[in-house]
């Protein structure tokens, strides 16, 4: 089983600082997405990574993939109150259509 | 609407009673999974769905646990005898299956099972 670490666990923050969450794996991911979730609601697709080194923007924030594929961040510049949530990434093995999912980084963004 | 509808939204059962859980996918959606959320633990794949089938039951934590899914639409998952571990949010997720590369998923908002 391919397990997927996410660091930190939890953080909070004020609006207007920058920060960067992780999540790694000692086996190399086919493909890697990023959620968020907010309260009461499921996860949503931020984005999908597929290529080593691959960096990917939406507005403020910014998806890296390690070269190895084996690790990847999310960047936030300049948080704000929305982005508060709990930010998952997730990854298929191979030709296998099974989504692992972290544990997930839950940040507050507070005004 | 156009997005995965799960029902109900709650769910408090007694110890030992059977509960039947929802999912409606988006329509023309061909895979079909069910995760399991619970506090800390993050989401734990249950099974998936590719048509009727499910080539993948391998998350299913006990023969408590069943699913079905008919005319390659609707699927409930059932859970037979609760307990209080089975207590937890129940997360449907439908995706479009292509060739090449993984489709997202696009989850329902969930059933928050609660055993009493």
């Known amino acids: 089983t391919q397990l997927l670490e996410q660091s930190p666990q939890f953080l909070s923050i004020q609006e207007g600082e920058n920060l960067t969450v992780y999540c790694n794996s000692s086996?190399?991911?086919?493909?890697l997405q990023w959620y968020r979730q907010e309260p009461g609601e499921g996860p949503v697709l931020l984005v999908t990574v597929v290529t080593g080194g691959e960096v990917k923007k939406l507005k403020r924030l910014t998806f890296q993939f390690g070269d190895a594929r084996k690790d990847s961040s999310l960047h936030i510049t300049a948080a704000q109150t929305g982005d508060t949530g709990l930010y998952l990434c997730?990854?298929?093995?191979?030709?296998?259509?099974?989504?692992?999912f972290g544990k997930g980084t839950l940040l507050t963004v507070n005004p | 609407g156009a997005g995965v509808s799960q029902s109900p939204s709650n769910k408090v059962t007694e110890k030992g009673k059977d509960v039947e859980l929802r999912c409606d996918p988006i329509?023309?959606?061909?895979?079909l999974y069910w995760y399991r959320q619970s506090l800390g633990q993050g989401l734990e794949f249950l099974i998936y769905f590719q048509g009727n089938s499910a080539p993948d039951k391998s998350g299913l934590p006990s023969d408590r646990f069943s699913a079905e899914r008919t005319g390659g639409s609707v699927s409930t998952l059932t859970i037979q005898r609760t307990q209080q571990e089975d207590s937890a949010v129940y997360l449907c997720?439908?995706?479009?299956?292509?060739?090449?590369?993984?489709?997202?998923?696009?989850f329902g908002n969930g059933t928050r099972l609660t055993v009493t």
């Open positions: 329509s023309g959606h061909t895979a």
């Open positions: 997720a439908s995706s479009l299956v292509p060739v090449t590369g993984v489709s997202p998923l696009h």
């Open positions: 997730a990854s298929q093995r191979g030709s296998n259509y099974k989504l692992t």
């Open positions: 086996s190399v991911f086919s493909s």
